[in-house]
């Protein structure tokens, strides 16, 4: 059985998502597609709307057939840590390819500039520090060092949010010496960042959590945008939970954390980097919401993704030490979900997966997986009574979902 | 001008406290009453039914001349502590005499405990260390050592919660070459912590606490028990932020922070003794209430009042270091209000004072005003929104109350 892997974060599963499923199906000549997602938690720094079990059940009835969790370790880090962790654990499930969506579209322009930048790295370095120095933030300092190399027309155009991803999974195979090969599908409409509806089936994710939280969680204005799997999940887990997440249902808790917390020993905290405690300190004591905080707390040098994973990790009281790796790469596979196509792919190839499968937690003493569960545990603090208790007890009594298909 | 301390919480000022005023203020021929009251949070490991800023204007307007605050470093300790930080703050501001209200009501016998207990230190200890071994909790291993030494009737009854801080505060006055000399009088009906109302005008501060939060805050039914300006000022206080505090209020917080923090990290805590951490954690996970995981994590080895105290270190964050002093004796005066009489005295006196007076605070590095800050604004975070932001700025920038009298 041929397997193609995806990276992602379904947040909400959409009707582009199911477009590129299709589209790497094909282009892999696959008979599996293996997703590996974030958790609860994600790149943006920011909860998923709904769990990451809600989330697995719908992606796995919208036509993905396994579900890996991409570890917090990788899931909240910058475009390179959450690439390596991802490619290291399609590789370990034995994926032949890896399909990823891009503004280019051409495989071969990321290997192209791949090269470039190899070959040009020192020079590269040296604009990219210049441009830090000005002010800019990382990415942008990145895009505009990137743009001083005159690099050719060929290549992809690096400010583009899923080029950058693209360009740093084809980087972490290479280092990872991984025998997965890239293809990628150009994305069908839709802006990775749009706020707004742009066509009449294909919306951006975060246009349709936008449009969820602007109307109070009204959902038929996104139906268009989702598959009816998507629009049943969503609507259970308002009932089932009361609530969809955001960062303004963990606000009082992270002011909480923030009043309660020493300048000093805020700066254990991973990414919270020099100078950035005082001011994440005294902005919060003014703030009513979280983004009055994010607002007040913004400046040129630091991009609002970069914030919020740093308030993230003061949330979770993720300290510097527990981000450390050796190596960048996974250290299990969490199975969240499979449909029984899946299945019987997991049971064929299970001696031939390089990493321990991780169907059900125990008690554990690796690093990566303490760490999601305890995302995992403040992630449930969002909600409270039934619908807290319901969700702390899943990461540890949930077995994987298994959809009929 | 001559004033007596009383050393209070006021949790709240009731019908019994404006007694033992009266009585102090007789006993003592004193023109002035000082009460160093606990701030926000109390020695039992909880937070003040109402903030600080009003049960000082309460005890002002029914018969206190002065305020001052007691620091979180003494107010959240065991007798001895409380006691050491309370006396210095009286024996600082002036007293010529110290009243309190006991059970035994004779101050000789008190004086007779104390050096009774002196004379038999080596035999008491050993008592009291085979109690502990036992299993029994510190204060009940006391007690029965007391009992074991075969004390004279004349001595005082040291299980009685009263006559523990009374003698405290006698020890406390030697201990420190106090030159305050010490009275007692007898409290009237009413037990420490009697949940029932025993009298028509008389009732515990326990009592009206139970009576307020089981009638969902209903105010009539406690009106009988305290001074109209104790009624009108919960009243005012229930309009202005809407809730009175209790520990339930906190307990999303406490589990937030229990759920975000690896048991070692625990251990850093003051009064988190060795083991304490993963029945704490474990016993929170479980709960869904504070009663519920109280009563989960209770043992005969600790009391109530001993593990209360640590989960309110937990919320503030106190740790081991922030709680140690070279010498227990408060390092000033922070006046939260005074009568026109109470300024007169305070005038007269200012040069003779002898810790600094704080009326207000900017930016400071004495390590306990920042425990009292830092403590303030964890009690602000159990409320939200507007009362949250009132309670908030209250810390810096309200003026010491000033009541004409």
Redesign the interface.
Same mark, same amino acid.
């Given at each position: 059985m041929n397997a193609v892997g995806v990276i992602v974060e379904y947040n909400p599963f959409h009707n582009g998502h199911a477009f590129h499923i299709e589209e790497a199906r094909k282009a892999a000549n696959a008979d599996i597609v293996i997703a590996v997602m974030s958790g609860n938690f994600l790149q943006r720094g920011e909860p998923a709307l709904v769990s990451k079990w809600k989330r697995t059940e719908m992606a796995l009835k919208a036509g993905v057939d396994i579900v890996f969790e991409l570890p917090y370790v990788f899931a909240t880090q910058q475009a390179n840590t959450f690439a390596s962790g991802a490619v290291s654990i399609l590789e370990a499930a034995g994926c032949r390819f890896l399909c990823f969506g891009s503004e280019s579209g051409q495989i071969d322009s990321f290997y192209e500039t791949l090269s470039f930048l190899k070959n040009n790295d020192s020079r590269y370095q040296q604009q990219v520090k210049l441009h830090l120095e000005k002010g800019n933030s990382y990415p942008k300092a990145s895009s505009l060092a990137f743009h001083d190399l005159h690099p050719d027309k060929n290549m992809i155009d690096l400010s583009k949010p899923n080029n950058i991803l693209g360009y740093q999974y084809i980087k972490a195979a290479k280092e990872q010496n991984a025998s997965i090969e890239a293809l990628t599908v150009t994305r069908k409409n839709a802006d990775y960042h749009d706020p707004h509806f742009a066509s009449e089936s294909i919306a951006s994710a975060t246009s349709i959590r936008k449009a969820l939280f602007s109307l109070n969680g009204q959902l038929e204005s996104v139906q268009q945008y989702v598959p009816e799997s998507t629009y049943e999940g969503l609507i259970e887990y308002k009932e089932q939970y009361g609530l969809f997440h955001d960062w303004e249902l963990y606000w009082? $808790?992270l /002011?909480?954390?923030l009043?309660? %917390?020493a300048p000093e020993?805020l700066k254990s905290i991973y990414e919270v980097e020099e100078g950035l405690e005082n001011r994440i300190l005294s902005a919060s004591?003014e703030s009513?919401s979280f983004q009055q905080f994010m607002e007040r707390l913004k400046t040129k040098r630091y991009t609002w993704t970069r914030l919020q994973r740093a308030c993230l990790h003061i $949330? %979770?009281?993720t300290l510097k030490e527990e981000m450390s790796m050796e190596e960048e790469k996974a250290s299990y596979l969490r199975l969240l979900g499979m449909t029984t196509s899946g299945r019987e792919y997991l049971n064929k190839y299970k001696a031939d997966l390089a990493l321990p499968m991780v169907s059900r937690i125990s008690s554990t003493k690796d690093q990566q997986l303490l760490l999601d569960i /305890?995302a995992s545990?403040?992630y449930?603090?969002g909600a409270?009574?039934f619908a807290? /208790?319901k969700l $702390?007890e899943k990461e540890f009594k949930q077995p994987p979902i298994i959809i009929a298909k």
């Open positions: 009082p $808790l /002011k909480f954390r009043v309660q %917390t020993q004591l009513e $949330l %979770t009281n /305890k545990r403040v449930a603090m409270s009574g807290q /208790k $702390l």
